[in-house]
Every structure is written in C-alpha cells, then in structure tokens.
C-alpha cells in the first residue's frame, strides 16, 4: 500500500510538472523496442545509436551500463511502463534531456561526447533518485 501511494504521489508531481519547456528536448515519432546497441549513419556524418527501454514495473532502466565510441551517441529509450519517462544524459560538461513519454512512447537524445565516464537517467522528478540512473563509458 506504501509503494502504491509514492507511485500515485510520483504521478502527480510528473504530471504537474508536464509541459515544462526544456529547449533541450526533442521529439521522437514511432517506437522502438530494446535491443541491442547498435550502430548507424545519418546524414549528420553517423553516430552510435544505443537502445535501452524503462522498466514496466520499477523505476529503473533494463540496463544499467552503456558503452560508446567517442563522437555522437544518441540514446533511444522506449517506454512499455505506465508511468511517463525519458533519458538524459550528464557528465563531462553535457547536460541534455531527451522528450518524456508515456506508455509505447520513444524518448531520444543526442549528444556529442568525448571519452570518459557519463551517467544516464531518468529527468523526471523523483525517478533518478529511485534509482532510474546508469553509467556510459565513451572510449
């Protein structure tokens, strides 16, 4: 029942906190479905595309370590939970957040990033200190 009532409380604040305008965010169409890391080209001049998924019943990422070369990495999260989420990444001098999405949504961001160690998170209130949070190593 305690759980319960952080999670309705959680809900509230996220949903108090929607419409938020963070020039930092990008909006991402479609869904996508955890895989592996994988890499792609753009027309940007490529990058490395990894892909994780939020947990459905915890506040929590299905993985809790990333690697990528160093350059531009994009991390593309898909949301099976009912609760909204996003990822973000920080470290380094980078702080950036992808768009939050609710329930078959797609949370993207891209950031430019040099070798060293990154933490990648969930921007919405309350979830990155549950623990929604895990480390990027970029060589």
């Not at 027309?43 to 070369?69: I, N, P, Q």
Request: charged share 15%.
């Amino acid at each position: 029942m305690r759980w319960m009532t952080l999670i309705a409380a959680l809900t509230a604040l996220v949903l108090a906190g929607c419409g938020s305008s963070n020039s930092s965010s990008e909006k991402s169409a479609g869904t996508s479905t955890p895989s592996a890391t994988t890499q792609s080209n753009s027309s940007s001049g490529g990058g490395e595309t990894l892909k994780l998924a939020a947990d459905k019943s915890a506040l929590k990422f299905d993985k809790s370590k990333l690697s990528a070369k160093a350059g531009t990495v994009t991390l593309v999260m898909a949301n099976p939970s009912g609760l909204p989420h996003a990822v973000a990444v920080e470290g380094n001098g980078v702080d950036k957040d992808g768009n939050t999405v609710g329930n078959g949504g797609t949370s993207k961001v891209t950031v430019k990033l040099k070798p060293g160690t990154y933490e990648f998170y969930c921007p919405v209130d309350g979830h990155k200190q549950a623990g929604m949070k895990g480390t990027l190593t970029v060589s």
